[in-house]
């Protein structure tokens, strides 16, 4: 028997969203900085304040053309662990506010606060509360936009910024929803954008007007029935708590300076280890590889690797990272690379797989050991030491004497 979802009768999932979290945070922490354009990260734009976006700065915009746009701008360091400090602080307004919180990032997270009118009052009292406590007592701003379904809540935060409040009325969804431009539909990059573009397309409301079948025919039958059901505002997805991540990455911006292979082994061996920590943090195993590149065109280019036993043993996902980064090697030297990012995706929980390396994969993975135990326990090593002395305490040598910067903050794995 198919049971209908009941349509809300409240725009009550709200999605709150920190604006310029960095910037706001070095604002916040540093007085001489509020009403100044501030950039967080010098070589790349890690963030920007409000006041460098209005001059056309954007992240990741490399540092030097940031700089041309807004000559005055204040550049700082990013303090990542004030930033995490900050994002636990603002998480623990979400939960005593509502039990059914899905966090996006470290600055954004979906709400359901249906049910709560009798306690807190209606989903614009309750988005008002949260900004308040927020302002009081983290000393930030945030918008927060609220809807009958996800993706109307995220585009009303979008549409509200910066540190504002909007929340969009249940029956008024389409009137708000179709004189935007159809760069506020998920999905819709640049690529797409353009095609839409040609085809005559530039607002949502054209979208729904076109059609289907057109759609599909113009974007393929996959984004084209996604588009098209999002310009009718219809998304029944529920706001989920203690959802895992499908995939784990990291990536690192390298700049438009040429860089030699050395250099490049270096940034993957970096990211590898970081990457194998965290798995094992988050007790659990990985199955694919895959390599993501950017170059000095913009253009960019992926490349994986299924590996023949979930892992989350940093050798083998190290030579298998290894392996992706020499086969696109000769694409690297005719186009150049100014990002390289690595993803470990269809992940499991370690439990739930036997792990059970043979010998001989052990040995091509560029082990030191003699069979696959030693390798575990080398990485459990490596993490006890690291944990205890500093994450740069144990290092590979390649890794000596360079400086690969601190991951960006994010919500457990």
């Not at 996800?150 to 029956?171: N, R, T, W, Y």
């Not at 054209?206 to 219809?234: E, K, N, Y």
Request: net charge positive.
């Amino acid at each position: 028997m198919r049971v209908e979802r009941r349509e809300r009768e409240e725009a009550s999932i709200l999605h709150a969203d920190l604006d310029s979290f960095y910037a706001s945070v070095e604002q916040r922490d540093d007085p001489a900085l509020r009403g100044r354009p501030v950039l967080v990260g010098g070589g790349v734009v890690l963030a920007a304040s409000y006041e460098a976006k209005a001059r056309g700065v954007r992240s990741p915009m490399p540092g030097h053309e940031a700089r041309r746009l807004c000559p005055d701008a204040v550049v700082v360091r990013p303090r990542f662990d004030a930033y995490m400090e900050a994002s636990r602080e603002v998480f623990d307004i979400f939960h005593d506010t509502t039990p059914v919180v899905e966090g996006i990032s470290v600055d954004e997270a979906f709400l359901d606060v249906g049910g709560l009118g009798r306690v807190s009052g209606s989903p614009q009292d309750i988005a008002t509360t949260i900004r308040r406590r927020v302002r009081d007592e983290v000393g930030l701003p945030i918008t927060v936009g609220g809807a009958r379904s996800k993706f109307l809540a995220k585009v009303a935060s979008a549409v509200g910024k910066p540190d504002g409040l909007l929340i969009v009325a249940p029956g008024t969804e389409l009137s708000f929803l179709h004189p935007l431009p159809v760069r506020r539909l998920w999905g819709v990059g640049p690529v797409t954008e353009a095609k839409l573009h040609d085809a005559g397309v530039e607002t949502v409301g054209d979208i729904a007007a076109l059609g289907q079948r057109a759609l599909c025919s113009l974007l393929g039958p996959g984004a084209g029935r996604h588009l098209f059901a999002l310009s009718l505002a219809q998304d029944p997805r529920r706001v989920e708590t203690g959802k895992r991540r499908h995939s784990i990455g990291s990536q690192r911006a390298l700049g438009r300076r040429p860089k030699s292979g050395a250099d490049l082994e270096a940034t993957i061996v970096a990211i590898v280890e970081r990457l194998g920590k965290r798995l094992r943090t988050a007790e659990r195993v990985c199955r694919t590889v895959v390599l993501r590149l950017r170059f000095d065109d913009f253009t960019r280019a992926t490349r994986s690797r299924t590996l023949p036993e979930p892992t989350d043993r940093t050798d083998i996902v190290m030579a298998t990272a290894r392996g992706l980064l020499a086969e696109a090697m000769p694409t690297i030297r005719d186009s150049g690379c100014t990002l390289l990012g690595l993803s470990l995706t269809n992940l499991d929980p370690r439990d739930s797989i036997q792990l059970t390396l043979p010998f001989d994969t052990d040995r091509a993975a560029g082990s030191v050991s003699s069979g696959p135990g030693v390798g575990v326990r080398l990485d459990t090593t490596m993490d006890l030491l690291r944990e205890r002395f500093g994450r740069d305490s144990v290092t590979r040598a390649v890794l000596i004497g360079r400086d690969h910067g601190d991951d960006a903050p994010m919500l457990p794995d």
